[in-house]
């Protein structure tokens, strides 16, 4: 049993490191955090890289122990939480000179890079995998490693409302809640605080959105230089593609932002239904979820935003 696997793994290595995607959301930081937290609870001391950790976040329980590098050069064991390609791994450097690999995921276009993968693409966020896990090996969901899972899955789930939603999500929810988890506070913190730097490119991306095809297809951007303007700080961006795809008759909503190599664009796409986004983000090197998935692409904004058109017109 991989489970079986992955403890015995974790007992056997002295030192631990663990990582998660660029760009990290609330899933891979709460997924993170967690596992830091409860492995020390088994008497491990494993270190966590996290290079953008957006200010949001770090009122989590833990998030004070995390690094920009790693103290060593080598480790008994990497664990990747929430991250579906090692192109996207924050110090993934560190992966071929590691002894062993332990990739845990949600995402369905995950292409099982881990010596153990542990990946399961109907579970609505990484943290809500690690409920079963930590209770599978008998580590107990404290407030601290509750608190970090709930805001994953609180993130992931856009507040308990996609699809994705399982009747777990909310029977684990109701025994933090018992607890004594702050559910509403970490809820607000997580999903109801904006800072002003995502709320000023929020103003700017809603005033250029654009609607094609009518109406079925949203398009905005965000530039480096928006960024620079409104002093962006990491993580300002998340949830600006989450506006077009609330338009009435929208099917599918897409944002670009300008990376720091001038002629590179983050795509993230959303859909409603039953279009599969994570298909065609494949088709540009990236992947992702049914309903939520990105790619890096290379152009103009304009060369950009017609590849992606063309390739968005045909299941629309
Ligand atoms: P985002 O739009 O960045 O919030 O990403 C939506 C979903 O797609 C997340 O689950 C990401 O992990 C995934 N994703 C984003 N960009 C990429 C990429 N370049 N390659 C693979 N998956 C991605
Ligand atoms: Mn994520
Ligand atoms: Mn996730």
């Known amino acids: 049993m991989t489970l079986d696997n992955i403890l015995e793994e974790i007992k056997n290595a002295e030192n631990i490191l663990i990582l998660t995607h660029e760009s990290p959301d609330g899933d891979a930081i709460g997924s993170s955090l967690a596992m830091n937290l409860a492995l020390k609870q088994i008497g491990k001391k494993p270190e966590v890289i996290i290079r953008e950790f957006p200010r949001i976040f770090m009122f989590l329980p833990g998030s004070e122990e995390v690094k920009l590098e790693a103290s060593k050069k080598n480790y008994d064991l990497i664990i990747s939480l929430d991250c579906a390609d090692l192109k996207r791994l924050v110090g993934r450097e560190y992966v071929e000179i590691s002894k062993k690999v332990i990739n845990i995921d949600h995402h369905g276009s995950n292409v099982m890079y881990g010596d153990i993968n542990f990946v399961n693409p109907v579970a609505p966020a990484c943290c809500e995998i690690l409920v079963g896990m930590l209770d599978y090996f008998d580590i107990p969901i404290n407030v ?131 279009i599969n986004v994570s298909d065609i983000c494949y088709r540009f090197g990236g992947g992702g979820h049914p309903n939520a998935a990105g790619a890096l692409i290379q152009g103009t904004i304009e060369e950009v935003k017609e590849k992606l058109i063309k390739e968005v017109k045909k299941v629309v």
């Open 144 to 274: 601290e490693i509750g608190s970090c899972i709930l805001a994953g899955i609180i993130t992931d789930t856009g507040g308990f409302k996609y699809s994705s939603v399982t009747a777990e999500t909310f029977e684990f929810t109701a025994e933090l809640l018992r607890k004594g988890v702050n559910v509403s506070d970490i809820y607000k913190k997580v999903l109801e605080t904006r800072t002003k730097g995502n709320f000023e490119l929020l103003r700017r991306s809603i005033n250029r959105l654009e609607l094609i095809e009518d109406g079925k297809i949203a398009f905005t951007y965000i530039t480096k230089k928006d960024e620079e303007e409104v002093n962006a700080e990491p993580g300002d961006h998340e949830g600006i593609v989450e506006n077009g795809r609330s338009i009435e008759g929208v099917k599918v909503s897409i944002f670009i932002r300008q990376k720091d190599e001038e002629n590179a664009y983050k795509v993230s796409m959303r859909s409603n239904g039953n």
